[in-house]
């Protein structure tokens, strides 16, 4: 099962859940991130507080949505501007879900303040993946619309 986390610049946030969720992830599920309009870089605080947190950063890039290496099973677009895009064609027939993240990149003020954005921007997504994880994932991947509808609900219930 191929995971798609899309936000518009993936710098952040589609960045932060790719490597949660493929840290987490039970064998046979994998995630990918792209972007609409990619910033081409990961943003620094994305990556130390990724390290921080244990999880590999080694192998994520900020990319376009053109340069999937695989096709996803799902889309979880995780900013408000990638939430109202038209995907790309390729991506047209494949079940989306949005969970809302405040992007933290546009956070300005003292070190404390963006630091913290960075961490709420981490914590709800990890929260709506450990919630995933908690879901009977060998079923849910022989029904992609109950899938779905329960990625739905996380978003729903979480954000």
């Not at 620094?44 to 999937?68: M, N, V």
């Not at 405040?102 to 921007?121: C, I, M, R």
Request: proline residues 6%.
């Amino acid at each position: 099962m191929n995971i798609l986390f899309l936000c518009t610049g993936n710098s952040c946030r589609s960045i932060l859940a790719e490597a949660t969720f493929n840290h987490l992830a039970p064998s046979g599920w994998r995630a990918m991130s792209a972007g609409s309009h990619p910033a081409g870089q990961i943003h620094p605080r994305a990556i130390a507080l990724l390290q921080r947190e244990g999880i590999a950063t080694a192998g994520y890039a900020s990319k376009s949505w053109h340069q999937l290496p695989c096709p996803p099973d799902i889309v979880i677009s995780v900013c408000g501007n990638a939430a109202d895009e038209i995907c790309a064609t390729h991506l047209a027939s494949v079940p989306r879900v949005h969970w809302g993240v405040d992007d933290p990149a546009h956070v300005a003020g003292h070190e404390e303040t963006v630091n913290a954005a960075f961490e709420t921007a981490y914590g709800a997504l990890r929260g709506c993946i450990e919630a995933l994880m908690a879901l009977p994932l060998e079923s849910l991947q022989q029904q992609p619309l109950r899938l779905k509808s329960e990625l739905d609900r996380i978003g729903e219930a979480m954000l």
